[in-house]
């Protein structure tokens, strides 16, 4: 079992930025990706960013040049730099990790974009 712990989320102004941290503990080892999705109030889950075991990330064409996936493998930590952010950004963040053929979640932290 892999525990997944969010934090960093809150209310920011549109334009500002906001950075999310992922800490992993448990069965930690072989741990394949880790990344982030979101959900807005009556919408359905998508993917926000996802970073392999080597680095090679990925982002949702919404967040390109704007958000930066990274993770600390050291720390079993991943991490999630959003810049410029806008009201659309708006809903609660999730972890997740991938490891051994199964998806791990977070419980998830509330992103709020408004002036």
């Known amino acids: 079992q892999v525990q997944l712990v969010e934090s960093g989320g809150g209310l920011v102004q549109p334009g500002g930025s906001l950075r999310l941290s992922c800490a992993a503990s448990g069965s930690i080892f072989s741990i394949n990706t880790m990344g982030w999705y979101r959900q807005a109030p009556g919408k359905q889950r998508e993917l926000v960013a996802i970073i392999g075991s080597g680095g090679t990330a990925n982002y949702a064409d919404s967040v390109k040049g704007r958000f930066t996936i990274s993770r600390d493998n050291a720390k079993n930590t991943a991490y999630l730099q959003m810049n410029s952010l806008k009201p659309e950004d708006t809903a609660v963040y999730y972890c997740?990790?991938?490891?051994?053929?199964?998806?791990?979640w977070g419980r998830g932290t509330q992103v709020t974009v408004s002036s």
């Open positions: 997740n990790v991938a490891r051994l053929g199964h998806n791990y």
